[in-house]
């Protein structure tokens, strides 16, 4: 919201109070003589900085937990997770083609 404050040349209050009578984004920035492409470029360029500060926290946080040989920073099972279905050891598949009986 501040980037788009910002860009706009208002407040946030402001902006906050012309958004909610209706109005878009965009129009509320041409209502301040803002091009949609300014307005994009400001909302685009606060966005990745934000990604920036999560991907270094991140990276800190993972390398300061992480030991040797460990990849903390990573969710979920690990890839060669063995209770995982495997493709090769399941029945046939459900479906035209797949009857065990023999064709006529």
Do not use: K
């Not at 706009?8 to 301040?32: K, M, N, P, Y």
């Amino acid at each position: 919201m501040a980037a788009a404050a910002d860009v706009i040349g208002i407040d946030e209050d402001t902006l906050r109070e012309e958004l909610s009578s209706g109005a878009t984004l965009a129009e509320v920035a041409e209502d301040h003589d803002v091009s949609r492409a300014e307005l994009i470029d400001a909302l685009t360029s606060d966005f990745a900085e934000h990604v920036e500060e999560l991907v270094d926290l991140a990276t800190t946080q993972s390398a300061g937990q992480a030991g040797p040989g460990t990849d903390s920073g990573r969710q979920g099972p690990p890839t060669g997770d063995s209770s995982a279905p495997d493709a090769t050891q399941q029945g046939p598949a459900s479906g035209a083609g797949s009857s065990s009986a023999p064709a006529a």
